[in-house]
Protein backbone atom coordinates (compact mmCIF):
# COMPACT_ATOMS: atom_id res chain seq x y z
CA UNK A 1 0.00 0.00 0.00
CA UNK A 2 1.07 3.49 -0.72
CA UNK A 3 1.85 5.72 2.23
CA UNK A 4 3.67 9.39 3.03
CA UNK A 5 6.70 7.26 3.31
CA UNK A 6 6.69 5.69 -0.28
CA UNK A 7 5.20 1.85 -0.96
CA UNK A 8 4.87 -0.50 2.19
CA UNK A 9 4.61 -3.98 1.97
CA UNK A 10 1.74 -5.40 3.73
CA UNK A 11 2.77 -8.53 4.69
CA UNK A 12 6.28 -7.33 6.64
CA UNK A 13 5.41 -3.56 6.84
CA UNK A 14 9.21 -2.81 4.91
CA UNK A 15 8.79 0.56 3.42
CA UNK A 16 10.54 1.01 -0.65
CA UNK A 17 10.85 3.96 -2.58
CA UNK A 18 8.57 2.69 -5.95
CA UNK A 19 5.89 0.19 -6.84
CA UNK A 20 8.72 -1.40 -8.87
CA UNK A 21 10.88 -2.45 -6.28
CA UNK A 22 7.57 -3.33 -4.43
CA UNK A 23 6.44 -5.64 -6.85
CA UNK A 24 10.01 -7.34 -6.91
CA UNK A 25 10.07 -7.80 -3.20
CA UNK A 26 6.81 -9.36 -3.21
CA UNK A 27 8.12 -11.85 -6.30
CA UNK A 28 11.04 -12.91 -4.24
CA UNK A 29 9.58 -12.61 -0.64
CA UNK A 30 6.72 -13.33 -0.96
CA UNK A 31 5.64 -15.36 -3.71
CA UNK A 32 2.54 -16.85 -1.97
CA UNK A 33 1.12 -13.55 -1.99
CA UNK A 34 1.32 -13.33 -5.94
CA UNK A 35 -0.38 -16.89 -6.41
CA UNK A 36 -3.21 -16.15 -4.45
CA UNK A 37 -4.23 -13.19 -6.37
CA UNK A 38 -3.41 -15.40 -9.44
CA UNK A 39 -5.90 -18.07 -8.03
CA UNK A 40 -8.60 -15.18 -8.21
CA UNK A 41 -7.83 -14.89 -11.62
CA UNK A 42 -11.39 -16.43 -13.82
CA UNK A 43 -9.27 -19.24 -15.18
CA UNK A 44 -12.78 -20.44 -17.09
CA UNK A 45 -12.20 -17.68 -19.40
CA UNK A 46 -10.93 -18.71 -22.11
CA UNK A 47 -8.92 -17.45 -24.74
CA UNK A 48 -10.11 -17.62 -28.64
CA UNK A 49 -8.69 -20.71 -30.45
CA UNK A 50 -6.97 -18.86 -33.18
CA UNK A 51 -4.75 -16.81 -30.77
CA UNK A 52 -2.54 -20.50 -30.57
CA UNK A 53 -1.82 -19.90 -34.13
CA UNK A 54 -0.82 -16.68 -34.27
CA UNK A 55 3.17 -15.06 -34.64
CA UNK A 56 4.78 -14.39 -30.95
CA UNK A 57 6.69 -11.88 -32.22
CA UNK A 58 5.85 -9.53 -35.16
CA UNK A 59 7.69 -10.36 -38.46
CA UNK A 60 11.65 -9.07 -38.53
CA UNK A 61 11.66 -8.78 -34.78
CA UNK A 62 13.08 -11.62 -32.65
CA UNK A 63 12.54 -12.34 -28.62
CA UNK A 64 15.17 -10.35 -26.26
CA UNK A 65 18.00 -12.54 -24.81
CA UNK A 66 18.54 -10.88 -21.56
CA UNK A 67 16.29 -9.86 -19.18
CA UNK A 68 17.34 -8.11 -15.31
CA UNK A 69 16.04 -8.97 -12.04
CA UNK A 70 17.06 -9.25 -8.72
CA UNK A 71 16.49 -13.21 -8.20
CA UNK A 72 19.99 -14.39 -8.32
CA UNK A 73 18.02 -17.44 -10.19
CA UNK A 74 16.23 -18.90 -7.02
CA UNK A 75 13.71 -20.77 -8.97
CA UNK A 76 13.76 -23.59 -11.52
CA UNK A 77 13.73 -23.18 -15.02
CA UNK A 78 12.33 -26.94 -16.93
CA UNK A 79 13.31 -28.28 -20.68
CA UNK A 80 10.93 -31.58 -22.29
CA UNK A 81 9.09 -32.89 -24.49
CA UNK A 82 7.16 -35.48 -26.26
CA UNK A 83 6.54 -36.91 -29.00
CA UNK A 84 3.78 -38.30 -28.23
CA UNK A 85 -0.35 -38.47 -29.78
CA UNK A 86 -2.21 -35.42 -28.53
CA UNK A 87 -5.45 -33.12 -28.83
CA UNK A 88 -3.52 -29.98 -29.69
CA UNK A 89 -6.26 -27.33 -28.79
CA UNK A 90 -7.41 -29.13 -25.68
CA UNK A 91 -4.28 -29.41 -24.05
CA UNK A 92 -2.76 -25.78 -25.38
CA UNK A 93 -6.24 -24.23 -23.39
CA UNK A 94 -5.29 -26.49 -20.38
CA UNK A 95 -1.78 -25.80 -20.07
CA UNK A 96 -1.53 -21.83 -20.24
CA UNK A 97 -4.52 -22.07 -18.05
CA UNK A 98 -1.94 -23.92 -15.51
CA UNK A 99 1.15 -21.86 -16.27
CA UNK A 100 -1.26 -18.47 -15.66
CA UNK A 101 -2.18 -19.67 -12.46
CA UNK A 102 1.20 -21.10 -11.00
CA UNK A 103 2.97 -17.93 -12.22
CA UNK A 104 5.12 -19.45 -15.00
CA UNK A 105 6.63 -17.95 -18.02
CA UNK A 106 8.01 -19.85 -21.51
CA UNK A 107 7.25 -21.45 -24.34
CA UNK A 108 4.98 -23.76 -24.99
CA UNK A 109 4.27 -25.62 -28.72
CA UNK A 110 2.04 -28.13 -28.84
CA UNK A 111 1.20 -29.96 -31.99
CA UNK A 112 -0.19 -33.49 -33.66
CA UNK A 113 3.52 -34.95 -32.93
CA UNK A 114 3.32 -34.10 -29.33
CA UNK A 115 4.80 -31.11 -27.07
CA UNK A 116 8.15 -28.91 -26.66
CA UNK A 117 7.73 -26.98 -23.70
CA UNK A 118 10.36 -24.76 -21.77
CA UNK A 119 8.73 -22.76 -18.75
CA UNK A 120 10.09 -21.35 -15.60
CA UNK A 121 9.22 -19.98 -12.20
CA UNK A 122 9.50 -20.42 -8.94
CA UNK A 123 10.60 -24.13 -7.49
CA UNK A 124 7.11 -24.57 -5.86
CA UNK A 125 5.47 -23.97 -9.14
CA UNK A 126 7.66 -26.15 -11.27
CA UNK A 127 7.19 -28.97 -9.00
CA UNK A 128 3.58 -28.20 -9.30
CA UNK A 129 3.54 -28.12 -13.14
CA UNK A 130 5.88 -31.42 -12.90
CA UNK A 131 2.78 -33.31 -11.26
CA UNK A 132 0.25 -31.80 -13.50
CA UNK A 133 2.25 -34.03 -16.49
CA UNK A 134 2.62 -37.28 -14.01
CA UNK A 135 -1.20 -38.31 -15.65
CA UNK A 136 -0.72 -41.22 -17.98
CA UNK A 137 -2.85 -39.31 -20.38
CA UNK A 138 -0.36 -36.76 -21.31
CA UNK A 139 2.41 -38.76 -19.67
CA UNK A 140 2.23 -42.39 -21.66
CA UNK A 141 3.78 -44.85 -19.18
CA UNK A 142 4.22 -42.92 -15.98
CA UNK A 143 2.16 -45.65 -14.96
CA UNK A 144 5.18 -47.88 -14.70
CA UNK A 145 7.91 -45.98 -13.04
CA UNK A 146 6.88 -46.41 -9.19
CA UNK A 147 9.90 -45.63 -6.73
CA UNK A 148 11.88 -44.14 -10.20
CA UNK A 149 10.08 -41.13 -10.24
CA UNK A 150 12.75 -38.77 -8.72
CA UNK A 151 15.12 -40.29 -11.45
CA UNK A 152 12.86 -39.76 -14.35
CA UNK A 153 12.03 -36.13 -13.35
CA UNK A 154 15.58 -35.70 -13.49
CA UNK A 155 16.04 -37.06 -16.94
CA UNK A 156 13.00 -36.20 -18.86
CA UNK A 157 11.80 -32.52 -17.51
CA UNK A 158 15.62 -32.12 -17.10
CA UNK A 159 15.37 -28.99 -14.60
CA UNK A 160 18.01 -25.93 -14.26
CA UNK A 161 18.64 -23.23 -11.89
CA UNK A 162 16.83 -20.09 -13.23
CA UNK A 163 13.91 -17.81 -11.93
CA UNK A 164 10.25 -16.45 -13.77
CA UNK A 165 12.42 -13.21 -15.49
CA UNK A 166 13.85 -15.55 -18.12
CA UNK A 167 11.41 -15.24 -20.12
CA UNK A 168 9.56 -11.96 -20.49
CA UNK A 169 6.02 -13.84 -20.40
CA UNK A 170 4.19 -17.43 -20.85
CA UNK A 171 3.65 -18.08 -24.78
CA UNK A 172 1.18 -21.12 -25.91
CA UNK A 173 1.20 -22.19 -29.57
CA UNK A 174 -0.04 -25.23 -31.48
CA UNK A 175 1.90 -25.60 -34.44
CA UNK A 176 2.38 -28.37 -37.26
CA UNK A 177 5.70 -29.43 -35.88
CA UNK A 178 7.04 -28.85 -32.23
CA UNK A 179 10.52 -28.52 -33.69
CA UNK A 180 10.36 -27.25 -36.84
CA UNK A 181 12.65 -29.23 -39.39
CA UNK A 182 10.45 -28.50 -42.50
CA UNK A 183 9.60 -32.35 -42.60
CA UNK A 184 6.73 -33.59 -40.11
CA UNK A 185 6.94 -36.53 -37.85
CA UNK A 186 4.77 -38.48 -39.87
CA UNK A 187 7.45 -38.64 -43.37
CA UNK A 188 10.22 -39.78 -41.06
CA UNK A 189 11.30 -43.15 -40.08
CA UNK A 190 8.70 -43.62 -36.55
CA UNK A 191 9.80 -41.07 -33.52
CA UNK A 192 9.15 -43.58 -30.07
CA UNK A 193 7.15 -41.94 -27.57
CA UNK A 194 9.76 -40.19 -25.86
CA UNK A 195 8.51 -40.64 -22.04
CA UNK A 196 7.83 -44.08 -22.45
CA UNK A 197 11.30 -44.49 -23.91
CA UNK A 198 13.10 -42.72 -20.55
CA UNK A 199 11.08 -44.81 -18.39
CA UNK A 200 11.90 -47.91 -19.79
CA UNK A 201 15.29 -47.26 -20.05
CA UNK A 202 15.11 -46.09 -16.43
CA UNK A 203 13.39 -49.53 -15.48
CA UNK A 204 15.45 -51.78 -17.36
CA UNK A 205 18.91 -50.48 -18.88
CA UNK A 206 19.90 -51.06 -22.24
CA UNK A 207 20.93 -49.49 -25.54
CA UNK A 208 17.92 -48.15 -27.57
CA UNK A 209 18.40 -49.48 -31.33
CA UNK A 210 15.42 -48.78 -33.78
CA UNK A 211 16.70 -50.23 -37.06
CA UNK A 212 20.36 -48.34 -37.50
CA UNK A 213 19.34 -45.69 -34.96
CA UNK A 214 20.63 -45.88 -31.94
CA UNK A 215 19.91 -43.66 -28.55
CA UNK A 216 22.51 -43.53 -25.92
CA UNK A 217 22.28 -41.87 -22.43
CA UNK A 218 25.82 -40.02 -21.42
CA UNK A 219 27.82 -42.83 -20.08
CA UNK A 220 27.60 -44.83 -23.12
CA UNK A 221 27.78 -41.93 -25.84
CA UNK A 222 30.82 -40.21 -24.14
CA UNK A 223 32.43 -43.74 -24.59
CA UNK A 224 31.62 -43.55 -28.46
CA UNK A 225 33.39 -40.28 -28.33
CA UNK A 226 36.59 -41.60 -27.04
CA UNK A 227 36.72 -44.42 -29.18
CA UNK A 228 35.64 -41.75 -32.14
CA UNK A 229 38.01 -42.84 -34.87
CA UNK A 230 38.48 -42.06 -38.94
CA UNK A 231 34.87 -43.90 -39.35
CA UNK A 232 32.70 -41.74 -37.19
CA UNK A 233 31.53 -38.19 -37.81
CA UNK A 234 30.79 -36.15 -34.59
CA UNK A 235 27.51 -33.94 -35.94
CA UNK A 236 26.15 -30.96 -34.09
CA UNK A 237 22.49 -30.42 -35.19
CA UNK A 238 22.08 -27.52 -33.57
CA UNK A 239 22.42 -23.50 -34.98
CA UNK A 240 25.79 -21.75 -35.33
CA UNK A 241 25.39 -19.43 -33.19
CA UNK A 242 25.07 -22.26 -30.56
CA UNK A 243 27.84 -24.57 -31.91
CA UNK A 244 30.24 -21.37 -31.96
CA UNK A 245 30.31 -20.82 -27.77
CA UNK A 246 30.26 -24.34 -26.99
CA UNK A 247 30.59 -27.75 -28.84
CA UNK A 248 31.89 -31.21 -28.58
CA UNK A 249 35.78 -31.70 -29.69
CA UNK A 250 36.08 -32.55 -33.61
CA UNK A 251 32.22 -32.39 -34.04
CA UNK A 252 31.45 -30.46 -37.43
CA UNK A 253 29.27 -27.57 -36.72
CA UNK A 254 26.76 -26.76 -39.86
CA UNK A 255 26.57 -22.77 -40.31
CA UNK A 256 22.96 -23.08 -40.22
CA UNK A 257 20.99 -20.43 -38.75
CA UNK A 258 17.69 -22.44 -38.13
CA UNK A 259 17.34 -25.99 -37.68
CA UNK A 260 15.04 -26.16 -40.93
CA UNK A 261 18.20 -25.87 -42.79
CA UNK A 262 19.64 -29.14 -41.91
CA UNK A 263 17.68 -31.25 -44.30
CA UNK A 264 19.57 -28.77 -47.38
CA UNK A 265 22.84 -29.15 -45.56
CA UNK A 266 23.00 -33.11 -44.90
CA UNK A 267 21.76 -33.14 -49.03
CA UNK A 268 23.98 -31.37 -49.93
CA UNK A 269 26.97 -33.25 -48.14
CA UNK A 270 25.74 -36.42 -47.85
CA UNK A 271 28.67 -38.49 -49.48
CA UNK A 272 30.83 -37.34 -46.53
CA UNK A 273 28.76 -39.22 -44.57
CA UNK A 274 28.45 -42.55 -45.76
CA UNK A 275 29.80 -45.63 -44.49
CA UNK A 276 30.56 -43.93 -41.53
CA UNK A 277 29.14 -44.57 -38.00
CA UNK A 278 27.84 -40.56 -37.25
CA UNK A 279 27.52 -39.16 -33.88
CA UNK A 280 24.49 -36.38 -33.34
CA UNK A 281 23.84 -34.62 -30.45
CA UNK A 282 21.82 -30.88 -29.61
CA UNK A 283 20.63 -29.20 -26.48
CA UNK A 284 17.92 -31.16 -25.07
CA UNK A 285 17.30 -34.38 -27.21
CA UNK A 286 14.64 -33.57 -29.04
CA UNK A 287 16.12 -31.97 -32.54
CA UNK A 288 18.28 -34.91 -32.69
CA UNK A 289 14.91 -37.54 -32.47
CA UNK A 290 14.20 -35.90 -36.09
CA UNK A 291 18.00 -35.08 -37.64
CA UNK A 292 18.85 -38.09 -36.92
CA UNK A 293 15.95 -40.31 -38.54
CA UNK A 294 16.27 -37.92 -41.75
CA UNK A 295 20.22 -38.26 -41.60
CA UNK A 296 19.88 -42.17 -41.68
CA UNK A 297 17.23 -41.81 -44.10
CA UNK A 298 19.76 -39.93 -46.59
CA UNK A 299 23.06 -41.60 -45.87
CA UNK A 300 22.22 -45.24 -44.91
CA UNK A 301 24.33 -44.53 -42.42
CA UNK A 302 24.09 -46.01 -38.60
CA UNK A 303 23.45 -42.85 -36.42
CA UNK A 304 23.85 -42.85 -32.72
CA UNK A 305 21.84 -39.84 -30.99
CA UNK A 306 22.87 -38.43 -27.51
CA UNK A 307 19.68 -39.44 -25.52
CA UNK A 308 18.92 -36.21 -23.17
CA UNK A 309 21.27 -33.96 -24.93
CA UNK A 310 23.83 -31.71 -23.99
CA UNK A 311 22.01 -30.57 -20.83
CA UNK A 312 21.89 -34.19 -19.39
CA UNK A 313 25.39 -35.31 -20.83
CA UNK A 314 26.95 -32.26 -18.09
CA UNK A 315 24.58 -33.46 -15.64
CA UNK A 316 25.78 -36.72 -15.84
CA UNK A 317 29.77 -35.14 -16.19
CA UNK A 318 29.23 -33.12 -13.02
CA UNK A 319 27.55 -36.06 -11.32
CA UNK A 320 30.07 -38.74 -12.11
CA UNK A 321 32.80 -36.51 -11.84
CA UNK A 322 33.58 -37.29 -15.39
CA UNK A 323 36.16 -35.04 -17.35
CA UNK A 324 33.44 -33.56 -20.11
CA UNK A 325 34.20 -33.82 -23.47
CA UNK A 326 32.31 -30.80 -24.66
CA UNK A 327 34.21 -28.01 -24.57
CA UNK A 328 32.47 -24.41 -23.59
CA UNK A 329 28.65 -23.93 -22.83
CA UNK A 330 25.83 -24.87 -23.35
CA UNK A 331 23.36 -22.19 -25.62
CA UNK A 332 19.80 -22.16 -24.18
CA UNK A 333 16.92 -20.19 -25.54
CA UNK A 334 15.94 -17.92 -22.85
CA UNK A 335 17.56 -15.11 -20.76
CA UNK A 336 20.49 -16.99 -18.86
CA UNK A 337 21.71 -17.21 -22.26
CA UNK A 338 24.11 -20.70 -21.60
CA UNK A 339 24.41 -23.28 -18.53
CA UNK A 340 27.49 -24.83 -17.93
CA UNK A 341 31.62 -24.12 -16.75
CA UNK A 342 32.15 -20.52 -17.77
CA UNK A 343 35.52 -21.03 -16.78
CA UNK A 344 35.85 -23.53 -20.01
CA UNK A 345 34.98 -21.05 -22.95
CA UNK A 346 36.21 -21.25 -26.10
CA UNK A 347 34.51 -18.01 -27.60
CA UNK A 348 36.13 -14.64 -27.79
CA UNK A 349 34.61 -11.46 -27.33
CA UNK A 350 33.97 -9.86 -31.27
CA UNK A 351 35.02 -6.14 -30.00
CA UNK A 352 37.96 -6.71 -27.60
CA UNK A 353 39.55 -10.48 -28.36
CA UNK A 354 38.62 -11.69 -24.37
CA UNK A 355 36.96 -14.80 -23.68
CA UNK A 356 33.84 -14.35 -23.87
CA UNK A 357 30.54 -16.93 -23.52
CA UNK A 358 27.75 -14.07 -23.62
CA UNK A 359 25.61 -12.71 -26.39
CA UNK A 360 24.28 -9.33 -27.38
CA UNK A 361 22.06 -8.71 -30.16
CA UNK A 362 23.08 -6.54 -33.34
CA UNK A 363 20.22 -3.91 -33.39
CA UNK A 364 20.80 -3.52 -37.54
CA UNK A 365 17.09 -3.94 -39.13
CA UNK A 366 15.93 -7.08 -39.77
CA UNK A 367 19.63 -8.56 -38.78
CA UNK A 368 19.34 -9.45 -35.09
CA UNK A 369 22.89 -11.57 -35.53
CA UNK A 370 24.24 -12.44 -32.06
CA UNK A 371 27.70 -11.10 -31.26
CA UNK A 372 29.54 -12.39 -28.55
CA UNK A 373 31.05 -9.82 -26.21
CA UNK A 374 32.36 -9.50 -22.70
CA UNK A 375 30.51 -7.66 -19.74
CA UNK A 376 32.87 -4.72 -20.57
CA UNK A 377 32.44 -4.40 -24.05
CA UNK A 378 28.24 -5.52 -23.98
CA UNK A 379 27.22 -2.02 -23.98
CA UNK A 380 23.42 -1.59 -25.63
CA UNK A 381 23.45 -0.32 -29.14
CA UNK A 382 26.03 -2.70 -31.00
CA UNK A 383 26.18 -3.65 -34.62
CA UNK A 384 27.42 -6.91 -36.03
CA UNK A 385 29.58 -4.87 -38.36
CA UNK A 386 29.55 -1.73 -40.79
CA UNK A 387 27.15 -3.17 -42.79
CA UNK A 388 24.25 -2.95 -40.66
CA UNK A 389 25.75 0.47 -39.29
CA UNK A 390 24.57 1.43 -42.81
CA UNK A 391 21.33 -0.62 -42.57
CA UNK A 392 22.49 -3.07 -45.43
CA UNK A 393 19.63 -5.69 -46.70
CA UNK A 394 22.32 -8.49 -45.84
CA UNK A 395 25.67 -7.80 -44.13
CA UNK A 396 29.08 -8.79 -44.18
CA UNK A 397 28.38 -11.41 -41.14
CA UNK A 398 25.69 -12.96 -42.61
CA UNK A 399 27.22 -13.44 -46.19
CA UNK A 400 30.58 -14.61 -44.47
CA UNK A 401 27.70 -17.81 -42.63
CA UNK A 402 26.78 -18.15 -46.17
CA UNK A 403 29.79 -18.49 -48.12
CA UNK A 404 31.02 -21.09 -44.62
CA UNK A 405 27.83 -22.62 -45.22
CA UNK A 406 28.46 -23.48 -49.26
CA UNK A 407 31.92 -24.80 -48.25
CA UNK A 408 30.64 -27.06 -46.32
Not at 29 to 39: D, K
Not at 320 to 345: H, I, K, M, P, W
Not at 378 to 398: R, V
Request: glycine share 8%.
Amino acid sequence: MQTDSGFQCSECQELFANIEQTKKHLCITHPEIIQSALNLIDTKKEAPVETYFKRRCAKGKSDPISLSCDCNQNGTVLLYYNYTTTDSIKLAKELESLGTKLGLTGKIRVGSEGYNITVAGSTESCDEWVKHFLDPEIMPGIDKIGDKLDEFILKFFKPSKGCVHVFDGLSVKIVSEICPLGIPAERLPKIPCTSEKVIDYILNPKIIELGNIISLPPAEYHQELLDAGDDCVILDTRNYYESKIGLFKNAVAPAIRKFSSLPQYIKKTKDDYKDKKILTYCTGGIRCEKASRFIQAETGSKVVMLEGGIHNYLEWASKTNTESLFQGVNYVFDARQSLGDSQNLISNCQICGEKSGNYKKCVGDNCHLLITCCPTCGTDGLYCCQDCKEHQTICSCEEKRRRELAIQ
